[in-house]
């Protein structure tokens, strides 16, 4: 079986945009609902809602696959799943490595969508000598002293990195230097990486902070709405010519209508 690192998705030497490769996944999972569903056919409209994008940028994007749909009928599920799997490197198998076996590298390990994507899990590895020999999801951790070698005996070229921040970079040095190209970063901290190697940062923690930016600014205008509407409930007021002296004379007093 083809490895990850002898086959490399074709899109960008077909000049597929960044924007739309971001997007391919999003499509696939739509799709795949519609297959397992047993839908044949979809429209943009449908498809475009259950992904999360407007129709005509998915026009747009299927464009650059090569992929039109027919007028009146839509665009083929079956086939659209297949060319998406195809140019996301998806048909073949992708031996991936998670350093870093704590919480959330457990519960990676034990995420049963990788194999269904494309992605077999082919180590675990961990610095803690206590874990070494530990069962997680079925798979012994191994050691990082020997990252360099199951990097090799398994063709990686993917690896994920869950470890704490001190310790990615130094991790991911090793991982290149090992082969790995591409690396998923949970760690929170940025990564520099040579050129060639492809990193995407997942920070849980940043998503959350954009969420509560979000609920404050809702908040905010939650209660201009609010105050807005107790204004214009008010009474209006009026002055009267009775009132108590001023150093010029009568002060008005303003009384309720």
Not at 55 to 82: C, Q
Not at 121 to 129: F, G, M, N, Q
Not at 216 to 222: D, N, S
Request: aromatic letters at 6%; one cysteine or more; glycine letters at 10%.
């Amino acid at each position: 079986m083809a490895t990850g690192r002898t086959h490399r998705p074709a899109t960008r030497s077909r000049g597929i945009p960044e924007a739309t490769v971001a997007r391919l996944p999003l499509y696939l999972r739509a799709l795949t609902g519609l297959s397992e569903r047993s839908v044949p056919t979809v429209s943009s409209e449908e498809l475009a809602a259950a992904a999360g994008v407007n129709s005509a940028k998915l026009r747009k994007d299927f464009s650059y696959l090569g992929s039109y749909g027919t007028r009146g009928v839509g665009y083929d599920v079956e086939y659209l799943v297949y060319q998406i799997s195809r140019e996301l490197g998806l048909t073949q198998d992708w031996p991936v490595v998670i350093v870093g076996i704590g919480n959330l590298g457990a519960a990676l390990a034990n995420y049963g969508g990788f194999a269904s994507r494309g992605f077999r899990v082919a180590a675990l590895i961990d610095a803690d000598p206590a874990m070494a020999g530990k069962p997680v999801a079925g798979m012994p951790v191994q050691h990082t002293d020997d990252l360099e070698k199951i990097i090799s005996d398994n063709g990686v070229s993917i690896g994920v990195i869950a470890t704490p921040a001190g310790a990615a970079q130094q991790v991911c040095d090793r991982l290149v230097a090992a082969g790995v190209t591409s690396i998923l970063n949970f760690a929170p901290t940025v990564l520099s990486v040579p050129e060639g190697v492809d990193v995407r940062k997942v920070d849980l923690s940043i998503e959350l902070q954009i969420l509560a930016f979000h609920e404050q600014r809702k908040a905010g205008e939650e209660a201009a709405v609010a105050e807005a509407a107790a204004a214009a409930v008010m009474p209006p007021v009026r002055a009267t010519g009775h009132g108590r002296k001023g150093p010029d004379g009568d002060m008005p007093a303003v009384m309720p209508a």
